[in-house]
């Protein structure tokens, strides 16, 4: 038996398993690389059927809310229904949704055609519960390490190919084609190669939980007791948190589209610019440890992090060229890789300890709200400037660095009193 009452594994059943892996991070790589072709040009897509920057971002929200809704619907459809026969459904009406996406000649068809992506994309998530079936408690790091790294290179490769796609004669529709043959071969895949996992009831142990509960869990009991707990501690953690993360959903959403007006940008440069961006965060994320045993004092660097923020956004809405937009760019990353750890490192210590998962899950849910309605903010702000998401989310950012400014302060009270007792 392995540490989660499992028999030991036949040698076939290994490199069953050792080759469902490596597919699996193929086409954890592919899913990731088929949206990213496609986000340099979507925006630009539905403002060129009529969309003003305020129905683009309803487009947005109405998306991220249909995400919301359906994903604990999806996930708990899995655990009953099977992954294989979930993940086939998803990925059938994923590929149905992009090639409807570019045959829309209409933002109405344009609309409806993101309805069956809003429901049906949560294949990476039932991928990573798929994965959590196969894999033995010991390796899950390891292999979900390996997932999560190669899958996020697709995000960095996806724009510059989709940008590039996009300058072709029917670039939209070739782009939504392409992305839609992409999710219909790994369909094929999973019918042909993958069967239910052997193990199905799969026990909730810790480590499934660290992969699996975040991914659909719908914790709002939860939740609900934390925030309690947070007011009663502390109310800064939780409005931290919100304000740094509806602070970096803004400047996110319409993203494209502001590109667009204020440096006229091409698909081509877009895509380069968004690729720009995910590297830089990956490189960023990779040095953030260090910085944070260099640094000791958490608030001080999350405040210094959330100046930085402010620094780069407003270096940002005066950038007059593209090549000083990537600079302050770059800044922005850093300052966001460093934000987050953080606030998530800061959450952590000051609550109680048996309510860490509860914590971390309300964070999420707190980005998730933030993801749904930031859109449409973002869109009716860039109807009076093209940089309206921009400066909404400077304001933001002062706010979160303000509330980090408090923390830093008490910090100090609390330090001098140790020094004198």
Known sequence: ?????????????????????????????????????????????????????????????????????????????????????????????????????????????????????????????????????????????????????????????????????????????????????????????VLLFMTEPEHRGLPNTKSVQDFTADEFGSKFHSSLHTFKEIIRSGPELFFIRFLQGFSATLFRSNFTLMLEQKFDSTPIITGRIISFGSLASALCAIGVGRLVKIYRNLPRLYFHACTLRIFAIVLIIFAPSIPSFLVCYFLLSMGNSVARVCSTNLSIERGKVEDTGALLGLNQSVMSVCRTVSPLIAGVSQEVTSEGPAILSVILSIGTAGLVATSVLEERKISDKEKKL
């Not at 038996?1 to 499992?6: F, I, L, T």
């Not at 630009?44 to 809310?65: C, D, E, F, M």
């Not at 708990?76 to 949704?97: K, P």
């Not at 004669?169 to 790994?186: E, H, M, P, R």
Request: proline content about 4%; some cysteine.
């Open 1 to 189: 038996m392995d540490g989660e009452g499992r028999p030991p594994r036949k040698e076939g059943n290994v490199k069953n398993i050792r080759f469902l892996t490596t597919s699996l991070y193929v086409f954890g790589f592919l899913d990731l690389f088929a949206v990213a072709l496609i986000i340099p040009v979507a925006s630009r897509q539905a403002t060129n059927l009529g969309a003003s920057p305020a129905a683009v971002g309803l487009v947005g929200t109405i998306y991220g809310t249909l995400q919301l809704i359906s994903a604990p619907l999806v996930g708990r459809w899995s655990d009953v229904g099977g992954r294989r026969l979930t993940l086939l459904l998803c990925l059938f009406f994923t590929s149905v949704g992009y090639v409807l996406m570019g045959l829309s000649n209409s933002i109405v068809y344009y609309l409806l055609a993101r309805v069956p992506l809003g429901i049906f994309k949560h294949s990476v998530s039932i991928t990573r519960a798929y994965l959590a079936e196969i894999t033995p408690k010991s390796e899950r790091a390891r292999v979900f390490g390996y997932f999560n790294g190669i899958s996020s290179i697709g995000f960095i490769i996806g724009p510059l190919i989709g940008g590039h796609l996009a300058e072709m004669d029917n670039g939209f529709y070739k782009v939504s084609l392409i992305t839609s043959a992409l999710f219909a071969l790994w369909f094929v895949f």
